[in-house]
């Protein structure tokens, strides 16, 4: 069955650190890639997706990057954080079949930026 | 693009059904989903439903959509504690897999 896992859990940072955070998929090959930030009491923002290695789309302009070294792994990145940064930030997969691409969601990082 | 709304709060008696609303705006999504969260946690797919379909049914769930209306309802039979939780509604959208959610109902389950 297919597994998906984030790391860290939880992650305090100050302001101007960099940032990296790391979602990695089992199970399953060649699966399409998401970030998503969700704001405290607010619902998912899309932030990036990918399609394969090396492919990112950004969907917001924004202080975050994303990268997809390896076939399931995708890591959110910033070279330095803003306070307004912090957020729950979900990566999901889904398996790329055309129509009909159900996401399912990674355990989620907390992040808070002080 | 897409727009999809939900009430914020919903607060049910344990035993009794709830019923979770969401509208959308882009009558082209193909697929409507519904999601739970619980606290600190990720999000956890329910169910889904395609847009050619007025009803889909699962256990205690049960997910109506009104296409001319573009008003979907999860309602959630015999409520228990554990179904407190966020539940989002979601759309696809857009030429890719593009999932726009709303900002999801609290539902609180109150002996």
């Known amino acids: 069955s297919q597994t998906i896992h984030q790391w860290p859990a939880t992650l305090v940072q100050p302001v101007g650190s960099p940032l990296s955070l790391e979602c990695t998929v089992e199970g399953t090959s060649n699966p399409n890639l998401y970030w998503y930030r969700q704001a405290a009491g607010r619902g998912l923002q899309l932030l990036f997706y990918?399609?394969?290695?090396?492919?990112i789309s950004s969907e917001v302009p924004q202080n975050l990057s994303a990268s997809r070294p390896q076939d399931r792994q995708f890591i959110l990145s910033s070279k330095k954080l803003l306070l307004s940064d912090s957020g729950f930030y979900l990566c999901?997969?889904?398996?790329?079949?055309?129509?009909?691409?159900?996401?399912?969601f990674g355990p989620g990082t907390r992040l808070l930026v002080l | 693009g897409e727009d999809v709304e939900q009430s914020l709060f919903l607060s049910v008696r344990e035993g009794d059904s709830s019923v979770i609303n969401c509208t959308y705006t882009d009558s082209s999504s193909t697929y409507l989903y519904w999601y739970k969260q619980e606290p600190g946690a990720g999000l956890q797919l329910l169910t889904y439903i395609f847009s050619n379909m007025d009803m889909k049914q699962d256990q205690r769930l049960t997910v109506l959509l009104n296409k001319k209306d573009k008003h979907l309802s999860l309602r959630i039979a015999d409520t228990q504690t554990g179904d407190s939780a966020i539940y989002f509604c979601a759309g696809l959208s857009g030429g890719y897999n593009k999932l726009i959610f709303g900002a999801g109902t609290r539902l609180a389950v109150h002996p």
């Open positions: 999901a997969w889904s398996v790329p079949s055309g129509l009909q691409e159900t996401q399912y």
């Open positions: 990918s399609v394969g290695i090396g492919q």
